[in-house]
């Protein structure tokens, strides 16, 4: 089998990935994007990572947005997000979203809109919903909490987790409020070192996390100190990876320079995900390609990564079961 053949066929399991930045070009056409919008959201989101600025992806994130204003479009934007993940052979989607209040549109409404996507999914994928709390809306942040446990308490079996993400330079840390949402029975998966921010971090990594995504900053050689990088090989979370993502961002200098490296040296425990894979024109199977080109991951070593990432997901024992059976009758089938 060729290379970007197992890429695309491998049974994958997505952990990181926000709603609105994942929607395709495509799809946002199908929203009702003007033909001018789209042809620039394609072109931007076609640039390579290295080609492209920070204002560029941010530019995109509008777009995205502004498809997304009323219930039906987020029921439709959730259902192709689903539906992507499903067409590149992600067996298993976590997806994560910030609710959102509109003019016609209460945050409830919003989670709602996506739930009954996930629901009326009729695609051999399972998915979960993380419900992100954005660190820029500080003082809103207790109050979408509230609405989160709420709403979990209607959903036990869809909405997993709470994610804490938005811009890096806004708003701090609040170990109080996830440590309010773990006592609910929720996981916690936290955007963590995207920029440099020690105190920070080592609140995040002594609060113990589930899982953190990007951890850009935490190695000592990536712009980390001893002391913390100590910190989180005593905590040996599960990194969520975002290559192309980092890259583009530019808190990664390019692939070969990415923190990742660090992990597959250590045997730390890691996976691959998208971020948002519309706004940086990749999908999974193209991370899982980069892996390998970059880091020399082989095929078995790719397999193993998702293998372990079973454990890593907020997925029921039942269903992580389900998974590792997937897994397996893969390699058998396919003899390696
Ligand atoms: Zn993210």
Redesign the pocket.
């Known amino acids: 089998m060729e290379f970007e053949q197992f890429c695309n066929l491998l049974p994958k399991i997505e952990l990181?990935?926000?709603l609105n930045?994942s929607l395709s070009a495509f799809s946002l056409q199908k929203l009702g994007c003007s033909n001018e919008q789209i042809s620039e959201y394609q072109q931007l989101a076609d640039l390579q990572a290295t080609e492209k600025t920070l204002n560029e992806c941010f530019k995109l994130f509008k777009v995205a947005h502004s498809a997304t204003k009323n219930q039906q479009s987020v029921y439709l934007a959730t259902k192709y997000v689903i539906e992507d993940f499903f067409n590149e052979n992600v067996a298993y989607l976590e997806l994560?979203t910030t609710p959102r209040e509109e003019q016609n549109m209460t945050k409830a409404d919003y989670i709602e809109s996506v739930i009954r996507a996930i629901k009326d999914c009729d695609k051999n994928i399972i998915v979960k919903l993380l419900l992100s709390i954005d660190r820029s809306d500080d003082l809103k942040c207790e109050e979408n909490l509230e609405l989160i446990i709420k709403m979990r308490q209607k959903y036990p079996n869809v909405i997993k987790g709470v994610?804490f993400?938005g811009n890096p330079y806004n708003g701090t840390f609040d170990p109080k409020l996830f440590q309010k949402a773990r006592n609910c029975g929720l996981f916690i998966t936290l955007?963590c070192a995207?920029i440099k921010n020690d105190e920070e971090v080592e609140e995040i990594l002594k609060f113990r996390p589930d899982r953190i995504?990007?951890g850009t900053f935490l190695h000592p050689n990536f712009g980390g100190n001893d002391s913390i990088w100590k910190l989180y090989l005593d905590t040996n979370i599960p990194l969520?990876c975002?290559l192309t993502?980092n890259v583009a961002c530019g808190t990664a200098k390019s692939y070969k320079q990415h923190h990742l490296q660090e992990w597959i040296k250590n045997s730390l425990p890691f996976t691959l995900?998208t971020?948002?894979k519309g706004v940086f024109g990749t999908n999974l199977s193209k991370e899982l390609g980069l892996a390998y080109q970059y880091f020399s991951l082989t095929p078995t070593n790719l397999w193993e990564m998702t293998q372990k990432t079973v454990s890593y997901t907020f997925a029921s024992d039942e269903e992580k079961k389900v998974l590792t059976k997937i897994l397996q009758d893969w390699k058998v089938k396919n003899h390696f």
Request: net charge negative.
């Open positions: 990181h990935a926000h930045g994560r994610d993400s955007h995207e995504g990007h969520e975002c993502s995900c971020d948002d």
